[in-house]
């Protein structure tokens, strides 16, 4: 929330009369470019991966520079928070569930740093508890790439991570075991349709591989 700093409200004591904080850190009083008189009250709360990108892409304000270290996007999710509430960030990630990302620049450069962000935090995916069929049906059905966008074991751990992080391993598991009764659940992309599940196989037999070739350089 915004709030202004007054003799009764000293940075130390904020919010006053609000109770304990349940999760996250203690609320922190950040002062911002209106001056040292008001700023937002900083309280970390459990986010979704899809909601905090969704508060960073719908913002008009932010720019490429001000995403630039996981700092700054932690700051920005915080702050977007604040100043607009739960309610408005849970729907501008049910607007941005609703709508075709692939070609806005935009958005994947806030899943990129969402993503990136929660790597250097050290937040767990869970993604390499999966197996091998368990990430190709990940990709088969909630990927909403192209071929073209999963070229590399790069790319292709980045967006598992990324499905790992939105949707829960124990979700992804789900998945591959529904796909066998259900396969006309895959996501295929509408002129890659027959070759889509065979190319996710290989995109991830591919970053397996490359993982065993890292580990074996390093060893």
Request: hydrophobic share 50%; glycine share 6%.
């Amino acid at each position: 929330m915004l709030l202004e700093r007054t003799s009764a409200r000293p940075s130390e004591a904020i919010p006053a009369g609000g109770g304990p904080v349940a999760v996250g850190e203690p609320p922190v009083f950040e002062p911002n470019e209106f001056g040292p008189d008001l700023g937002f009250l900083r309280v970390p709360v459990p986010l979704s991966f899809d909601v905090m990108v969704a508060v960073l892409a719908d913002s008009h304000a932010l720019t490429r520079e001000d995403l630039e270290t996981p700092a700054d996007v932690r700051w920005e999710v915080e702050f977007h928070v604040a100043a607009y509430g739960l309610f408005a960030a849970h729907k501008a990630a049910g607007k941005l569930a609703d709508t075709n990302v692939i070609g806005d620049d935009w958005v994947m450069l806030c899943r990129r740093a969402v993503l990136d962000m929660l790597i250097a935090e050290g937040v767990s995916s869970g993604v390499d508890e999966l197996t091998a069929d368990e990430m190709a049906a990940a990709l088969m059905v909630h990927s909403d790439l192209y071929a073209e966008h999963l070229s590399t074991p790069v790319d292709v751990r980045r967006e598992l991570t990324r499905l790992a992080y939105s949707y829960g391993v124990d979700a992804l598991r789900r998945t591959a075991a529904s796909l066998a009764v259900e396969p006309y659940r895959v996501l295929a992309p509408a002129f890659d349709a027959e070759a889509w599940p065979a190319f996710c196989r290989r995109a991830v037999a591919g970053m397996l591989a490359a993982d065993i070739r890292a580990l074996a350089g390093v060893r």
